[in-house]
């Protein structure tokens, strides 16, 4: 589970001194998203602030990054999985990288093709771009939106951060927005664009955010394709489902430190770790989580794929204790949350 954490604010009325005292607090309150490092900016009534979990190019990636005249840069937060194919693209249109990271070819993205940067770029992130010259923000979240990004906006101050403690942090009302509410009672979550903070909304998948002249709006960039019919046969329609599933697998297992799995024993799972541990020199760490109760445990399940992949595996069995980690999941996911499967998910991460 990778995570980082970005944050930041546009107030062309804050003064300079409480620009730095409010990006510092916002990114130290989601330290525990990126323990590495921190690295904020501050100017033209705007900051731009970031944490950093390091996988790739671990001593080359420090955020914010510029492109080569220092007028745009960019807080990333996610992975992109074809960034060395992207890279060599923009090497090729005259782009020169300074940084071994992924997050420095969005940027030249961005310079070579303005907005639909996002249509070129394959993984799971969010992201901030600042373009000085033109004072105008970009912001982004993958096509299906794995990586959070929340904003408030109250006609002058747009604040945003990967999670809704970092706007908090900015004295924002804290005001309950009732049809949130509603919708938790109804789904057991609150669906996007809302949140249970007034005025404090999620940025759908695959939209992207922009300000401008005082001005933001938000436009989505991708729809999943849907084709009513389909003319392959089945062994052909299963050979493709396994190349699509191979090639997915393979660009997330590119990485600067270990990978595990998460293996619950159920179908999903099992088949990611079995294609892990056909391209992976090393046996794959996996990771369960069970219970007492016998009917309620998928761990025999997961111990028999672990056994058959040759996994080097580890278990964990949920306590009755584990109740008091309440408090700290509701502070995690700033709002309520009524999936169980949140628990085992909090404890093996």
């Known amino acids: 589970m990778f995570m980082c954490g970005i944050a930041g604010f546009i107030d062309t009325q804050v003064s300079l001194n409480r620009a730095e005292q409010l990006i510092d607090t916002m990114c130290k309150v989601i330290r525990h998203r990126g323990p590495d490092d921190q690295g904020v900016w501050i100017g033209d009534g705007v900051a731009l602030g970031m944490r950093r979990l390091s996988i790739i190019d671990l001593s080359g990636g420090n955020q914010p990054i510029f492109n080569e005249d220092r007028s745009i840069l960019i807080v990333f937060n996610g992975e992109i999985y074809n960034y ?25 993205a961005y ?24 004072q105008r923000l970009l912001a982004a979240r993958d096509r299906f939106g794995k990586k959070p990004l929340n904003y ?35 789904y057991r979550c609150v ?10 909304m999620k940025l759908p998948a695959a939209h992207i955010l922009i300000y401008e002249g005082g001005q933001i709006s938000t436009k989505r960039y991708w729809e999943l394709p849907f084709t009513p019919t389909c003319q392959d046969d089945e062994a052909t329609a299963v050979e493709h489902t396994l190349a699509l599933l191979q090639d997915a697998v393979k660009v997330r297992l590119m990485s600067d430190v270990p990978l595990g799995a998460f293996l619950s024993g159920g179908v999903d799972s099992s088949l990611i770790v079995g294609l892990m541990s056909q391209m992976m020199s090393r046996p794959v760490k996996t ?19 672990a056994k058959h992949f040759g996994t080097d595996h580890h278990e964990f069995v949920v306590q009755p204790e584990l109740v008091a980690v309440l408090p700290q999941l509701a502070w ?13 998910t909090y404890y093996v991460s």
Request: proline residues 5%; contains cysteine; negative net charge.
């Open 152 to 186: 408030y906006w109250d006609g002058h101050r747009l604040i945003f951060g990967s999670e809704i403690k970092s706007i908090l942090e900015a004295g924002i009302p804290r005001e309950i927005n009732h049809i949130a509410l509603d919708e938790y009672l109804v």
């Open 191 to 200: 669906p996007t664009p809302n949140t249970l903070f007034k005025n404090v």
């Open 287 to 305: 990771f369960s989580i069970g219970f007492e109760e016998d009917a309620y445990s998928e761990l025999p399940y997961a111990r028999q794929i």
């Open 332 to 344: 995690a996911y700033d709002e309520p949350f009524g999936d169980a499967s949140m628990l085992p």
């Open 111 to 134: 310079e070579e093709y303005g907005d639909d940067c996002v249509k070129h770029l394959r993984g799971m992130f969010t992201f901030a771009i600042w373009d000085r010259k033109r």
């Open 84 to 108: 060395l194919e992207l890279r060599k693209e923009l090497q090729e249109c005259g782009h020169h990288f300074t940084t071994n990271c992924d997050t420095e070819a969005i940027i030249h």
